[in-house]
């Protein structure tokens, strides 16, 4: 560390830095690489190439500490991963409050909308290891850690809002049935395998959290575009000690967007890293991802008003039932500078409370306020990772907690114990009467007893509300999602087993999910005969909430969407002009595709630059496709088995897709023609743009496809199954 880094380290930080202050604090830790090679011991390397020998072709000599030391550190650069969540993608930023919420809060960070308070957020996937793809089915984390000026506070979330199971003891069966199989460890991050469904099949408990799973939230498109829910209940305590049940949200800016399967298989394979390289290329370009903070409250007196129990985490709230009223926002503004430092050793804890928030006794967060201190000990290697410099809170902390592995602090003075007379008794009080965390004095019921309330029971009613909730392109998703997975399976019987279960959700559901299983019908009543089956169903007067849907959310734009321009020799390169330039302006990213790196000539003999070839970046890296006119050019990409497939894929994936003049050519094998009907998500220009006559028409044809790629996806295009690609 330089002298102005330790400086940097020594200072606290204070409540006016603001966003800044946990930069600050990293910076003292922040080391540049430009000086001069040293040992650990800052001893300068005279040559970092040879190793010191008995002769220059003799053995190493034991000798050779610089060689050793270098080695020994390299054989422990590892560190175990996450038991789950282990592969992840973190940004630092800032949290900011609307408007004070005193009424039903103390937390500081929730009082002043002039305060920003620095985050960092980690997103990951639940069942692959630390280099398994982004973008396989399975729910994504979203942990939020607000460095605030009482503590450290965690939202330690997913994007789903309910979870598998609803008390933690049966958390490491779940794990160990997702994760791949303990005999020949296949599948990586898959849940479509035998012993997931063996075991869900036989919790019906699950069921409302499969039908999410199943469902396009659990492929997001990107992480910026997928919602955050702090799934159990918590309770708001304000300054007076009176408490609301609170339920947290987060709503993305740009909307709720899935890829389509087929896609985010491919993607899987062609970039493993893709929501990891989007949200780090997102944040480099100044585009910095957004939530809103959104919380449902319910009083205290109010907390058996639902018909369901609060403390259920297999249960939402319905936001017809209960507003989500949105209190601040969310910003990412900055990379992390190092991936091992900030994003693999960063400790997130549902635990990690301030006054003002605290815990409900929903049985699976009791059980995770035990886990997660427990497993960070074996995985950053004792007990001190609070001083880690990514965990460490920006406000002081201090206790008579001492030593064990890697301890940083130097704990001046005689004393390590409370009470005491000979420390400095002032420095050290224990503070319960002014700010100190006080937890709620709920009044408890004995006795004591380990079983699951009967208000748990319903295991079906929100699965069918989150089904009946669903466009019909999404339902069609969510079967053909449940066909493939159970597909996969080897032994029949737990495939039965489980649409036995979802005929309890929809009869027709679990028919059309079984239709290609090669199994019987399903049978409800085989389903309710298994032990661990129950059906007590509430009093639901819902029957869908638009808030489950993800079509047509977000805010309309076509902000930082990728397009691809697709060319080959002889395209028209004037047409292109006045589409690139509204897609531009409206904050969409083009990028030309092209047979080659370098430059292809257009119809006028002009040379278009390539940014990447149709192989390089195929279809699934982008949101739409633009064809741009050209009699040759046209010609020239029909024949080109690479960039045929390029617009059929697109296509396929349902995504926009504008062709100009003859670049229509590409679309002919799906019977679409210049003066024919299209189908949805399809803007067809029918001659260059620059040739519509007058400008008018340009700009329209423009604004017909950005408003095609706004809508994100066009799942109810017809037709797709025949496309092959
Ligand atoms: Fe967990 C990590 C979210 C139930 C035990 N969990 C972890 C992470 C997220 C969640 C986002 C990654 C944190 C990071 O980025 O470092 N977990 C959840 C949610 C749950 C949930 C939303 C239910 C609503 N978890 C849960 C239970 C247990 C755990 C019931 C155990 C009793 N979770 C862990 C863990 C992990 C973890 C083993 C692995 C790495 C870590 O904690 O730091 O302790």
Known sequence: MTPRNRAAANRRPKASDGPNSKQQQLAGFTQEGAAPLTTNQGLHIPDNHNSLKAGVRGPTLLEDFILREKITHFDHERIPERAVHARGSAAHGYFQVY??????????????????????????????????????????????????????????????????????????????????????????AASAHDTFWDFVSLMPESTHMLMWAMSDRAIPRSYRMMEGFGVHTFRFINSRGESHFVKFHWKPKLGIHGLAWDEAQKIAGKDADFHRRDLWEAIENGDFPEWELGVQMIPQDKEHSLGFDLLDPTKLI?????????????????????FFAETEQVAFHPGHVVPGIDFSNDPLLQGRLFSYTDTQISRLGGANFHELPINRAVCPFHNFQRDGMHRQTIARGQVAYEPNTLGNGSEYRVDGESGGFQSFPEELEPPKVRRRSASFDDHFTQARLFFNSQSAAEKDHIVAAFRFELSKLEVPAIRQRMVD???????????????????????????????????????????????????????????????????????????????????????????????????????????????????????????????????DGAIALSQNGEALHFVLEAFKHC??????????????????????????????????????????????????FVAAIAKHRHWDRAGIEAVPA
């Open 318 to 338: 319905p936001e017809e039932l209960v507003p989500v009223q949105k209190i601040g926002r969310l910003v990412l503004d900055r990379n992390p500078d190092n």
């Open 655 to 704: 995504k926009a897709v504008c062709t100009v003049g003859e670049g229509v050519q590409l679309l002919s094998s799906l019977g679409v023609k210049a003066d024919g009907p299209v189908p949805a998500g399809v803007v067809v220009a029918p001659t260059p743009v620059t040739n519509l006559g007058d400008n008018t028409a340009a700009i329209e044809i423009a604004q017909r």
């Open 99 to 188: 408007k004070s919420m005193s009424q039903f809060t103390c937390a500081d960070f929730l009082q002043d909308p002039a305060q920003k308070t620095p985050v960092f957020v980690r997103f990951s996937t639940v069942a692959g290891e630390r280099g398994s793809a982004d973008t396989v089915r399975d729910v994504r984390g979203f942990s939020v850690k607000f460095y605030t000026q009482q503590g450290n506070y965690d939202l330690v979330g997913n994007n789903i809002p309910v979870f598998f199971i609803q008390d933690a003891m049966k958390f490491p069966d779940l794990v160990h049935a997702v994760k791949p199989e303990p005999h020949h460890a296949m599948p990586q």
């Open 501 to 631: 279960n979802l005929a309890h959700v929809d009869e027709k559901l679990a028919r059309r999910v079984a239709e290609p299983l090669g199994i019987g019908v399903p049978d409800a009543k085989a389903a309710a005969g298994r032990p661990g089956f129950r059906d007590h169903r509430m009093a639901s007067t819902l029957e869908e909430s638009a808030a489950l849907r993800m079509v047509d959310t977000g805010d309309g734009s076509i902000k930082t969407r990728k397009i691809a321009i697709l060319v080959a020799d002889g395209v028209d390169s004037a047409s292109l002009k006045p589409i690139r330039e509204a897609l531009e302006s409206a904050g969409a990213t083009c990028k030309v595709v092209g047979p080659r790196l370098g430059t292809v000539a257009s119809a006028s003999k002009r040379q278009i630059d390539v940014d990447a070839t149709y192989a390089t970046m195929p279809s699934i890296m982008f949101d739409a496709v633009l064809v741009p006119a050209g009699k």
